[in-house]
């Protein structure tokens, strides 16, 4: 499909290799829409990895040694899941899913071998993710939702709720605005930027709509986040390329548009940042145990409970579904009890579920990504490397607010951010292939 992305290998290994980036396009693409279909994409698309890996000529990528890191995490799971299963044998069929769950992160190195460093491989991923989102977007459309949304409702679309729906029109933003920047760097058609334009305005609106704090703040550090490290690279490469006229232009129309959608938006804004302001005043001053259970206190409370739990046992963790019955057993009103399941932390709740040493794992996989991210700039693709470290400051800053990696929210941003960047880490970063 794409020449970078090929191998060496017969009749059989070339079909497989056609069968495998079917799948994985289906996979990324439908798993919005259909999580069946999704499901039995994934299926296809292990078989196919584990059927060329076998057959992969290249020694040092066959055994490379983040196959070590996978292999130390299930280790770890299966020995967590005997504690777990003991500890809390009413919940011991979950605490199997919850492990095959957090294991999945490590497709990513599936999604790394596939792409083989390829640019343009990388590009269409991160596309079939957005356009899945588009399509499940469209084929679910309700004007009574948008209409709502602009009337000041927080709105969902449908989709698992409106906080992880906020994140996905703000991956869709990333993407789009790399897109719209390509498009104005490459030609001078007004017409080829009338798409990623109006993709860039509908994802600010679905951003706004949604109302999702910890989004509008992730959305804001990445902002700050590219500035800062477009000073601390080579900084006369960096700002030449900032500075650029068509950039420059870019960049201020840009800035523009944000400024107009947030006032035409002000008093939703405004409502949404005022709410809970008396549990803000409560957290600075140190008052903890006067802080309600609204949405910011519910998060405080629990997460000092959590932060209880992971000093009990802070090496290998509770067990990867621990967390509703840990909740059960807390100090919180019957209604959190039965309403929430979780920690509201991305990173609590991997440590709590697999204790530091499965933190440790995930953070080196996460780590290998982001050196490929980084390679990105050394190999002069400025464009990628600039919309793979803010989507990654993104999921790393919602993930404070709300436990998006143990959802299938989380696992399919990881694995596209995680396969892409990976992908960079073990092949190299080839640009015309």
């Not at 959590?306 to 509770?318: H, N, S």
């Amino acid at each position: 499909m794409f020449s970078g992305t090929q191998v060496a290998g017969g009749r059989y290994e070339r079909f497989v290799r056609n069968c495998g980036w079917i799948a994985l396009s289906v996979y990324i693409f439908s798993w919005f829409s259909s999580l069946d279909v999704s499901r039995a994409a994934e299926v296809i698309f292990i078989l196919c990895f584990i059927f060329l890996w076998f057959r992969e000529p290249d020694r040092k990528i066959r055994y490379n040694w983040v196959f070590l890191v996978f292999l130390a995490f299930v280790v770890l799971e299966v020995f967590v899941y005997f504690f777990a299963i003991e500890r809390f044998p009413g919940f011991a069929d979950g605490q199997l899913k919850g492990a095959r769950h957090i294991a999945k992160l490590f497709l990513c190195i599936a999604v790394a071998w596939w792409l083989r460093g390829s640019v343009r491989a990388a590009i269409y991923l991160a596309a079939i993710f957005v356009a899945g989102f588009l399509f499940a977007l469209l084929i679910g459309f309700d004007s009574s939702q948008w209409l709502m949304g602009f009337q000041g409702h927080r709105v969902g679309f449908g989709f698992t709720n409106s906080q992880h729906t906020a994140v996905y029109f703000a991956m869709a933003l990333v993407f789009s605005v790399c897109w719209c920047w390509y498009c104005y760097q490459k030609s001078t058609s007004i017409l080829l930027l009338l798409l990623p334009a109006g993709l860039v305005i509908l994802s600010i609106v679905g951003v706004i709509i949604t109302q999702t704090r910890a989004v509008w703040l992730g959305c804001f550090i990445i902002l700050l986040l590219i500035s800062v490290v477009a000073v601390f690279l080579k900084k006369k490469e960096a700002l030449t390329l900032l500075s650029a006229p068509k950039s420059g232009l870019f960049f201020f129309l840009g800035a523009i548009l944000s400024v107009v959608l947030i006032w035409q938006f002000s008093p939703l804004i405004e409502k949404r940042l005022g709410y809970e302001n008396q549990v803000i005043e409560d957290l600075v001053e140190g008052n903890l145990q006067n802080i309600s259970y609204g949405s910011i206190g519910n998060r405080i409370n629990t997460w000092r409970y959590a932060i209880e739990k992971i000093q009990e046992r802070p090496l290998t963790g509770w067990g990867g579904e621990s967390r509703k019955p840990l909740i059960d057993e807390g100090p919180f009103p019957d209604r959190v009890k039965k309403r929430y399941g979780h920690f509201h932390n991305g990173y609590i709740d991997i440590t709590l579920a697999y204790g530091l040493l499965g933190f440790s794992l995930l953070a080196i996989l996460t780590w290998m990504s982001l050196k490929g991210v980084f390679s990105l700039w050394r190999q002069g693709e400025p464009i990628l490397f600039f919309g793979l470290l803010s989507a990654w400051g993104l999921f790393f800053v919602v993930n404070l607010f709300e436990s998006y990696i143990i959802f299938k929210t989380g696992l399919y941003i990881y694995l596209v951010l995680g396969g892409i960047g990976l992908s960079f880490y073990l092949f190299g970063v080839k640009r015309h292939e």
